[in-house]
């Protein structure tokens, strides 16, 4: 029983004795033991390994390719336009002594501070170079400025025992004061082309619109060219077919026309005309009933009195005033009076 009782507390202490002195490795680590800070084993591959309990210690970091961004800085390239650059890197613990050795006990923090510090100034020393210009920076070409940057951060950072696997611009900008005038002059560049090409297109459209008006014109021109054309052929053709007709009988055009201009002069609801028997007016129309109205042998065997009778009746309007119902009267008693003794005569 003492026996039992003195073998468990052995037992558990050497349980715990060997479990403090094992360790496994991961494979994304590596792994230095120190011993009152010295090293004394490296570890890179994944496994278990053994240190002297309470008086080694295992210190752990990170295999695998981290990252880092940078803090945000101004750069002045060759052409003096300031620019705010903002990088990252890609980088891994490429030397795990060394880098223990070159950071001590800080670890990864106060790799990333120093690495974050080479990073800028090799920035700042490529993007400031000469014939390195903003243009160059914000064209295709800054991928060659980032494998510049890359080669030389890569270079500094082999006193830290890392690895700079990659480092990028991440974005590329003007500062904030230069940012609104930059701004403003981009606008007034724009409504400079939009002014131009407003102006390009009024003068377009007044080309067109003269071209058009032309075009209405020299339209409008022809067109009355063709009808004054048309209408003195026309006119030329109305005056042959009266000439001809004229010509084939004379006192039936005369008497035609007479009946036309009676048309146009009488208003068949209440127009009057009064006239005498020798007025021009109507001579050519009681010629043509004397010519043709009438058979020349009749003509010449009937007597005054029998023409008068075929003659109509002539009636005075009742819208005649009372003067020229008179007048008219006179002059018909007038006439009727030199008519008479002529007849006797005859």
Do not use: C
Request: negative net charge.
């Amino acid at each position: 029983m003492k026996k039992t009782a003195f073998l468990i507390p052995v037992v558990v202490i050497a349980a715990v004795v060997a479990m403090s002195s094992l360790f496994i490795v991961d494979e994304r680590e590596k792994v230095l033991v120190l011993q009152f800070g010295q090293i004394q084993q490296v570890r890179e591959e994944p496994g278990l390994g053994f240190k002297i309990p309470l008086i080694q210690e295992v210190v752990r970091y990170d295999d695998r390719i981290l990252s880092l961004d940078t803090d945000t800085i101004e750069v002045t390239p060759s052409d003096d336009r300031r620019l705010v650059v903002d990088a990252f890197a890609r980088y891994r613990i490429r030397d795990v002594v060394q880098f223990r050795q070159a950071v001590g006990v800080g670890g990864i923090r106060a790799a990333e501070d120093r690495l974050s510090s080479i990073l800028n100034a090799q920035i700042r020393e490529v993007l400031g170079a000469d014939q390195v210009t903003s243009d160059t920076i914000l064209s295709a070409q800054r991928r060659d400025l980032a494998l510049r940057i890359r080669a030389q951060a890569r270079t500094s950072a082999e006193g830290l025992g890392l690895e700079v696997v990659d480092v990028r611009l991440k974005q590329t900008n003007l500062p904030q004061q230069n940012l609104e005038a930059t701004f403003a002059r981009m606008r007034a560049e724009r409504e400079r082309e939009a002014a131009d090409e407003i102006a390009r297109g009024n003068e377009a459209a007044q080309r067109v619109r003269a071209a058009a008006d032309r075009t209405v014109v020299e339209t409008v021109s022809q067109a009355e060219r063709e009808a004054e054309i048309r209408r003195g052929e026309a006119d030329a053709e109305r005056n042959r077919i009266f000439a001809q007709a004229y010509g084939g009988n004379p006192a039936f055009f005369g008497f035609y026309r007479s009946l036309a201009a009676f048309e146009r002069s009488l208003n068949a609801d209440n127009s009057t005309i009064v006239l005498t028997p020798d007025s021009d007016f109507i001579s050519a129309m009681f010629g043509a009933i004397r010519a043709e109205g009438l058979l020349a042998e009749a003509v010449e065997t009937m007597s005054t009195d029998e023409l008068r009778e075929l003659a109509p009746k002539s009636e005075l309007s009742e819208d005649l005033p009372a003067e020229a119902r008179e007048q008219l009267e006179r002059n018909n008693k007038e006439i009727e009076q030199r008519a008479t003794p002529s007849e006797e005569t005859e």
